[in-house]
């Protein structure tokens, strides 16, 4: 139709009116067919020329994203797209894309809506080109909270796997204080039973009571085993938004550092990529970096009151952050007293603990926690010498990723 309309046009002098009323209702039929192509995409779509001046859109990009006005509006045209976003740090983005002339970029943010939920959106940008040079930009806006929502139950259903395991060794933890307790109001019984026959003559004092004493400690004992399970069992409860981890992890070793200090500890935090976001729940990634910060005290602690240990011992804390091959890695290491091959083999099994007062479940749920994000973790330590704890998450698709798409 294109080249029809432009061969025409080349004789529009020489063609009737009929001729000409006739190829004007064929161009406003196709204009109609493109329009309806546009409203029937389940993406949103802006177009915008190459200063972001929206040049097009369709009605189902503004259920995606926020404007200040309606896009049918005159104002929505007389100004740079990120003018007229609510969203800020989409306006930003936009903003950055015309200041540095991107062309091929996906990205993805997180949206709140008028009730209060959170949405998952992808907007991926290519470029619009004309007469073989690029007139502006085509971007289109999809909502994967569906997606996203689909990968968290997949994670939670993994976890609930593991279920049997749990469920074993609670058993196991279980045993033990309900034989105490068998055993102890056997005694209480047949020391009754005997008062009975010795002319209700009470045993000794404090010799039921003390039977007693024990049976409620092993109660006490068998309510904190529950807990614990119950604890470690429940689903973690993530309200997953893309954050800066960077910008997290600086803020949470504003709050660690001077605990570390106090006790003469070198905190160093080093923030290779500082713009990558994470799909993470805010405070359960804080309780994962506090968690293996107070595991690092502790263990640079033992250390220095191991006599074997040089005294100019120094203790050192670091937390690194890079990002290469489409993952982003967060290495938390410190030069403690480490641990034993059996110990780190064991380190994210539920119960199991080296502390005396421990209950076993800190790095289950930092391990629970890393996998709800999509993540990986892993330990390495050398008794004596220190420990090292990799974590590795999947970073957003990138401007590559987004050439091939398109």
């Not at 937390?319 to 982003?328: F, L, Q, V």
Request: glycine content about 6%; some cysteine; proline content about 3%.
């Amino acid at each position: 139709m294109r080249g029809y309309v432009k061969r025409v046009s080349q004789k529009a002098s020489k063609l009737s009116q009929e001729q000409l009323v006739s190829l004007l209702d064929d161009m406003v039929e196709e204009n109609e067919n493109l329009y309806s192509i546009l409203e029937s995409i389940s993406a949103g779509l802006l177009i915008v020329d190459n200063d972001f001046f929206l040049l097009q859109s369709n009605k189902i990009v503004e259920s995606r994203l926020n404007f200040s006005v309606y896009l049918d509006d005159p104002k929505a045209t007389s100004c740079p797209i990120w003018e007229i976003m609510e969203d800020q740090e989409i306006g930003d983005y936009f903003k950055k894309c015309a200041e540095k002339e991107i062309t091929n970029t996906t990205e993805d943010f997180t949206i709140m809506t008028s009730g209060g939920s959170v949405r998952f959106i992808t907007i991926t940008m290519t470029p619009l080109v004309h007469g073989g040079e690029t007139t502006g930009k085509i971007i289109l806006v999809r909502d994967v909270t569906e997606k996203k929502n689909q990968e968290v139950l997949l994670h939670r259903m993994e976890n609930l796997a593991n279920l049997t395991n749990l469920a074993a060794g609670m058993a196991h933890e279980i045993k033990n204080p309900l034989g105490a307790i068998s055993i102890h109001i056997q005694l209480i019984q047949k020391a009754l039973e005997k008062a009975r026959q010795n002319n209700d003559v009470l045993p000794a004092p404090k010799f039921v009571e003390d039977h007693i004493d024990v049976v409620n400690e092993e109660i006490d004992h068998l309510n904190k085993l529950i807990m614990d399970f119950l604890f470690a069992v429940r689903p973690v409860n993530a309200s997953l938004q893309l954050k800066k981890p960077g910008a997290l992890i600086q803020n949470i070793a504003d709050f660690f550092t001077p605990e570390f200090h106090d006790n003469n500890i070198n905190v160093k935090i080093v923030i290779n990529d500082s713009e990558s976001r994470l799909l993470v729940d805010e405070k359960l990634f804080r309780d994962v970096i506090i968690n293996l910060a107070q595991n690092a005290l502790a263990a640079i602690q033992t250390k220095k009151k191991d006599d074997s240990t040089p005294k100019d011992y120094q203790g050192e804390f670091t937390i690194e952050c890079a990002s290469r091959e489409n993952k982003y890695f967060i290495t938390v290491s410190d030069n403690g007293c480490g641990m034993k091959n059996e110990t780190v083999s064991k380190i994210f099994e539920p119960y199991f603990t080296t502390k005396a007062n421990g209950t076993g479940l800190g790095m289950t749920m930092v391990y629970k926690i890393i996998k709800e994000f999509s993540g990986d973790i892993q330990v390495e330590s050398q008794e004596g010498k220190g420990t090292v704890f990799t974590m590795q998450f999947p970073l957003q698709q990138d401007g590559t990723l987004a050439i091939e798409e398109a």
